[in-house]
C-alpha cells in the first residue's frame, strides 16, 4: 500500500475512449467546496467542443479549458484543449504542439509526468477508461516519486486497455469501480486518502 499524507495539491485524469459517461459521473460525483484543482486529460478530435459545457451541466465547481500560462487554482477543474499538449508547472500550466505521443495530442503521460515533476508527492493520478496504453508511464512516475493512483476497476470501464494497462504498472495503484473514485477523492481535503481494500489487477 502506497505511503498516504494529507495536503493533495493536483488531481490529473487521464481518459480515451468511452470517456464522457465516465468524466461525468467523476466529476459530477465531487462537491460544491471540492479545493483541490483537478486536470482532465481526454483524447478528442481537434474539433470537439462541447466536453466542458457537458461537464458543467452536472457538477457545481467551475470547469473550462486551459489557456496557456494560466494560474492553477482551487476548486476549479481544467480540460486539456484539442490538439495541445498540457504541461503542468508550479502554479500555471503551459500549452505546447510539440510532436503528438503515442499518436495522441494531448498526451496523459505528458501531462502526468510534468505534474509528478511539479508537484509531487503532492499529486494524485487517476487513469479511466480507454483503449491504449497511454496514462501509464506517468502514473507510474507520480507513484515513484511519492504520489497517488487510481486506477477504474477495468471490469467497470467502457473500454478496458487504458486501465489494465495502468493498473500493470502501477501494481500498489489503488483500483477501484467508477463511481467510488469521487467518492474516495471527496474524503482526501486536509485527511488521508481512505485505504483502498483493493487488489490492482
Do not use: W
Not at 53 to 82: F, H, M
Request: proline letters at 8%.
Amino acid at each position: 500500500m502506497q505511503a498516504l499524507a494529507p495536503g493533495y495539491r493536483l488531481i490529473v485524469v487521464g481518459v480515451s475512449a468511452g470517456g464522457l459517461a465516465a468524466l461525468r459521473t467523476l466529476v459530477g460525483g465531487l462537491p460544491a467546496g471540492f479545493s483541490i484543482p483537478m486536470v482532465v486529460v481526454q483524447h478528442r478530435s481537434r474539433d470537439s467542443e462541447l466536453l466542458c459545457e457537458l461537464l458543467q451541466e452536472c457538477s457545481p465547481l467551475s470547469v473550462g479549458e486551459v489557456n496557456d500560462k494560466e494560474e492553477i487554482t482551487p476548486g476549479r477543474v481544467y480540460v486539456a484543449p484539442p490538439d495541445y499538449h498540457l504541461l503542468v508547472e508550479r502554479g500555471y500550466f503551459v500549452l505546447s504542439t510539440d510532436e503528438p505521443v503515442r499518436y495522441s495530442r494531448p498526451s496523459i503521460d505528458v501531462t502526468f509526468v510534468s505534474a509528478a515533476d511539479a508537484y509531487a508527492p503532492d499529486v494524485i493520478g487517476v487513469v479511466l477508461t480507454g483503449a491504449n496504453a497511454d496514462g501509464s508511464r506517468g502514473l507510474r512516475r507520480i507513484v515513484d516519486k511519492g504520489g497517488y493512483a487510481f486506477v477504474q476497476d477495468p471490469a467497470t470501464a467502457e473500454v478496458r486497455a487504458m486501465p489494465q494497462f495502468a493498473a500493470r504498472a502501477v501494481p500498489e495503484a489503488c483500483v477501484l469501480p467508477l463511481e467510488e473514485i469521487p467518492l474516495r477523492l471527496a474524503a482526501i481535503q486536509g485527511r488521508r486518502v481512505p485505504p483502498c481494500g483493493t487488489v490492482a489487477r
